[in-house]
């Protein structure tokens, strides 16, 4: 079996986000990028696989992020058996055009099946596992948070809400959508990133940004006010543990 | 081109789900505005025994195939697909929920309608335009739809699902659209959550810890706060994928809805998915030590700072 992991570097979470000057869009200049947590869940739940069937895990991923080398690097370093970077300084991309660039990139190589994140933080315009599967006509299943293969396919557990989960049978080859892996995602050590970065098996291929498709627009964006309608408390943790004894008290619940 | 909204509904063993009746709300607020009228389909194996629960829609468009049974993620978007090109609105609602993500992208890619993802509003007074919200909730986007048709992807909440209930003329419809389904997914059955140890959904308190919690061996604080104020540990949903708590913990769109007198979120972002299963609670207090965290938007009270220097304080105060 042969699985294509599609990674997509996303704005750090946990660093302050700030707008371009025109407001339409983040300041990209000073922006750290990581993988998008999802797609890293994806590469475990492929992992997991060549694990236990021997199939051979490729990992794929967009020029558009200096951090992309360092995600493709650290795939290869947790067990991923080649790695692709489709072009350079593309700079942002929405998803439609990500995932034309995917299945554009994926035609040839015919993996039986495509992992991805089930979402990323950045995705306006649609959910880039089912476009790729539109574009190339493959079955696709968003939302998976486990994979058995059997014969004739593989079976996923897909999870719809409160707890609910459904089983599916779906015909390879076929695109799925992760949510959470089987298992949390493994590390790997620092040293060996930088093993895999020595040994420099970055295949790299050019492609061309398609033009943005016609349809959206992004008018404004913002940050929302923190705390708009919270009320605020101020002061250090005794402060703030008084203060949270009094709410409970008049909640009626300390 | 109609001036119709269709509504993409959704539901599970026979039942519609609570988003399909806030979309339809919402439907019906755009409608007022395009001149129109909101139709719904209802598309299922036995669709045709739910009609009668769409009279907040204008006209309720069945399509009963033994062929979709559950929820299919092959055949529901190709269904919807068809009903877009035969009835041909102006605004396509999807939810956007497990179903809703295999049908949005499919069924505007099918249609080459654009597609607008995680949108809290959609606005059709002056053209089609909403608002999305990005980077798990840190950032809100107005967008405008620069054509005149594109289909919308809801978050849940957009609109009171109580005033999509009713309203409507509720016309039942049968279409018969005849897609051909390749047959490439297979529905194998549903799976009902284990029971929890521990019924969240019935807690006066909970106390429920993010990703901010940093280690497994770290919930045992928790808990003893939460014993203390009599009641229970809850989680976000990475602190379960890590496995550190069992999934009957879990708050949010893919876990439990709940609604207690206080919920304290210590580490937790407030990404959308979680709120919303928490933005009902009472009294929602907050602790973070990023102030621009979105859950300070939804919390009534807040404090920006470390929960590891909150926590023993809040001990010491409640246990004696
Ligand atoms: C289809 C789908 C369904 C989903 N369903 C759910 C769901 O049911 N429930 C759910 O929760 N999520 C769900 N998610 C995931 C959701 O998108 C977020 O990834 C998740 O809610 C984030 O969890 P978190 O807030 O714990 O982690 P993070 O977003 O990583 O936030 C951790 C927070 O802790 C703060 N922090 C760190 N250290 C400290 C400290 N010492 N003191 C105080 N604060 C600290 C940080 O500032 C940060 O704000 C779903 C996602 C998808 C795509």
Redesign the pocket.
């Known amino acids: 079996m042969k699985i294509a992991v599609l990674l997509r570097p996303v704005p750090d ?2 660093e302050e986000l700030e707008l371009s000057d025109d407001g339409t869009d983040l300041d990209r200049d000073f922006l750290g990028y990581v993988l998008n ?2 797609d890293d869940h994806a590469l475990e739940e492929a992992l997991l696989l060549k694990d236990e069937t021997g199939a051979e895990v490729s990992v794929w991923a967009l020029g558009t992020a200096d951090e992309v080398d360092q995600i493709l690097y650290t795939a290869l370093a947790k067990g991923a058996d080649r790695a692709c970077k489709l072009g350079d300084d593309l700079g942002a991309l929405d998803s439609r055009a990500q995932a034309t660039l995917f299945a554009d990139a994926l035609g040839d190589e015919a993996p039986d099946l495509i992992l991805t994140g ?2 990323a933080a950045d995705e306006l315009v649609g959910q880039v596992a089912v476009l790729v599967a539109s574009a190339l006509d493959l079955p696709h299943v968003e ?1 998976v948070v486990g994979t058995e293969p059997v014969d004739g396919g593989i079976r996923v557990t897909k ?1 719809f ?1 409160g707890g609910i989960t459904g089983d599916y049978q779906v015909a390879l080859p076929a695109v799925l959508g992760i ?1 959470a892996a089987r298992e949390a995602p493994r590390y790997v050590a620092v040293s060996r990133v930088r093993q895999a970065q020595q040994e420099g098996n970055l295949e790299e291929r050019d492609v061309t940004a398609p033009e943005p498709a016609p349809g959206v627009k992004v008018v404004e964006m913002r940050i929302p006010e923190a705390g708009e309608g919270a009320e605020m408390i101020e002061g250090d943790e005794a402060a703030a543990a008084d203060a949270i004894v009094e709410i409970l008290r008049r909640a009626g619940v300390a | 081109m109609s001036d119709n909204v269709l509504v993409i509904t959704e539901h599970l063993e026979g039942e519609p789900t609570e988003i399909s009746f806030e979309l339809i709300a919402l439907g019906r607020r755009l409608a007022a505005d395009l001149g129109g009228q909101v139709e719904v389909l209802v598309a299922g194996d036995g669709a045709a025994a739910m009609a009668d629960r769409f009279g907040g829609a204008d006209t309720v468009l069945v399509v009963d195939d033994a062929r979709l049974d559950g929820f299919d993620p092959e055949g529901h978007p190709r269904v919807a697909a068809a009903v877009v090109e035969a009835r041909n609105p102006k605004v396509v609602l999807v939810p956007y ?2 179903e809703g ?1 295999d049908v949005a992208s499919e069924l505007a890619a099918r249609t080459d309608l654009p597609l607008v993802s995680y949108c809290k509003d959609v606005r059709a007074a002056d053209g089609l335009a909403a608002t999305c919200q990005l980077y ?1 909730g840190k950032i809100e986007a107005d967008v405008e739809v620069e054509g005149d048709r594109a289909v919308f992807a809801v978050l849940s909440g957009a609109a009171p699902a109580a005033d999509g209930m009713s309203g409507g003329a509720g016309a039942v419809e049968t279409v018969d659209v005849g897609v051909d389904l390749p047959g490439r997914v297979q529905a194998l059955g549903f799976t009902q959550p284990e029971a929890g140890d521990v019924d969240i959904t019935a807690q006066d308190v909970l106390v429920v ?6 280690s497994e061996d770290n919930i045992a604080e928790a808990e003893e706060l939460a014993e203390a104020l009599g009641g229970a540990v809850a ?6 994928d890590q496995g550190w708590l069992p999934k009957t913990r ?6 439990l809805t709940v609604k207690p007198k206080v919920y304290l979120a ?9 709120v ?2 928490m933005r009902d609670a009472a009294t929602i207090i907050a ?4 102030p621009q ?1 979105p ?1 300070f938007g939804v919390a009534h009270y807040g404090w920006v ?4 220097d ?1 926590v023993p304080e809040l001990l010491e105060r409640v246990e004696s």
């Not at chain 2, 989680?235 to 379960?240: C, D, E, I, K, L």
């Not at chain 2, 602790?287 to 990023?290: I, K």
């Open positions: 979470p946990v947590e999802f089930v979402q939302v999870e809400w949510q | 929920t497990s993500m798990a810890v993010g990703r901010g919690i940093e989680a976000s949903r990475p602190v379960v879990q708050v949010g769109k893919s876990g210590l580490g937790v972002s407030g990404a959308p998915e979680h919303e299963g602790v973070n030590t990023d965290a859950i700072g470390d929960l590891f909150l």
